[in-house]
C-alpha cells in the first residue's frame, strides 16, 4: 500500500498526518507539535509489568513475543472455558478532548470464529474488561472499541459506565482472518469506526472524556484455548 499525507489542525498547532493511500482513516504516522504516538512493538516486553498489564483471569495463559513474521505478539488463553488474558498499557496517555484528534487501529486474527471473546480498543484501567465466568463485557469505567461475544457479530462501542453505552454492529461478520480494527475521534464531537476499512458507525454519544489506554483482551468461550495473534496495534493523538 502507498501512502498519502493532509495537514490537520488542532488546538496544539498543526500536524502532518500520514495515511493509506485513498484511506484517510488509516493513519500510519503524525508529525507534528506535542504529537503522541504508541505502537506495539517488535519485542514487547509482555512479562515483566514495565510496559503492559497483563491480568490471566481463570487458569492463566501464555503472552509471546512477535515469533512470527507479520505478528508482533501471541496471545494463549489457558483450555477451561472462561479462561482469559486481559492487556493494557501501562499508564493512560490519551485522551478525547475537544480540539485534539485521535486515531486508534489495530489488525489481528483470533483461532475460532464463534467460540472466541475479544474487545480491542482504549478503555479506563480495568483489569477485568470482559466478565470473569461470562460472555459479557464488565466495563468498570469507560471504553471505546470493538467487541465480539461467542459468535460472527462484531460491535462498535463506546461506554460511559453508569452513564450508557452506544452500540453499532458491524456488517462484515468475524472469521479467523487477521481483521482491522479502527477509529477516529475528530477532536470535535464524535468517533468513526471502520471494521475491515469500512464505516460501521459514527457515535456522537457517550463518548469518554476521561484517561484511557490501548488494551485488548482474549477469552476462551468454550473449554479450549483460543489464540488471538497480533499483526499491529497503535494509537496517534495530535496534540
Known amino acids: 500500500m502507498s501512502t498519502s499525507s493532509f495537514w490537520k489542525k488542532h488546538t496544539g498547532g498543526e500536524s502532518l498526518v500520514f495515511h493509506e493511500h485513498g484511506n484517510e482513516a ?3 504516522d503524525a508529525i507534528g507539535p506535542n504529537t503522541r504516538k504508541w ?11 514495565k510496559e503492559y498489564t497483563v491480568t490471566e483471569i481463570g487458569a492463566g495463559g501464555t503472552e509471546v513475543q512477535g515469533i512470527t513474521a507479520g505478528i508482533r505478539a501471541t496471545l494463549t488463553t489457558n483450555t477451561d472455558k472462561w479462561d482469559e488474558i486481559n492487556i493494557q498499557l501501562i499508564g493512560t496517555p490519551f485522551q478525547l478532548a475537544a480540539g485534539y484528534p485521535l486515531y486508534f487501529g489495530a ?22 474488561i470482559l466478565s470473569a465466568g461470562a460472555d459479557t463485557l464488565d466495563i468498570g469505567g469507560s471504553a471505546l472499541g470493538f467487541y465480539a461475544l461467542a459468535g460472527t457479530t462484531i460491535t462498535s462501542l463506546t461506554e460511559i459506565h453508569a452513564s450508557g453505552s452506544k452500540t ?12 482491522t480494527y ?7 464531537d464524535g468517533v468513526s469506526f471502520y471494521h475491515e476499512g469500512a464505516l460501521v458507525g459514527r457515535h456522537t454519544t457517550y463518548v469518554p472524556t476521561v484517561v484511557l489506554c490501548p488494551s485488548i483482551v482474549i477469552k476462551a468461550a468454550s473449554a479450549a484455548a483460543r489464540i488471538a495473534s497480533i499483526s499491529w496495534m497503535r494509537c496517534i493523538q495530535l496534540a
Open 168 to 179: 453499532n454492529t458491524s456488517d462484515t461478520v468475524l472469521t479467523t482472518n487477521a481483521m
Open 107 to 128: 489488525k489481528f486474527a483470533v483461532d475460532s470464529a464463534t467460540l472466541s471473546d475479544f474487545f480491542v480498543g482504549l478503555s479506563a484501567t480495568d483489569t477485568a
Open 26 to 28: 488509516r493513519w500510519y
Open 182 to 188: 479502527e477509529f477516529v475521534w475528530d477532536g470535535v
Open 39 to 49: 505502537e506495539m512493538r517488535l519485542g514487547s516486553d509482555l512479562t515483566t509489568a
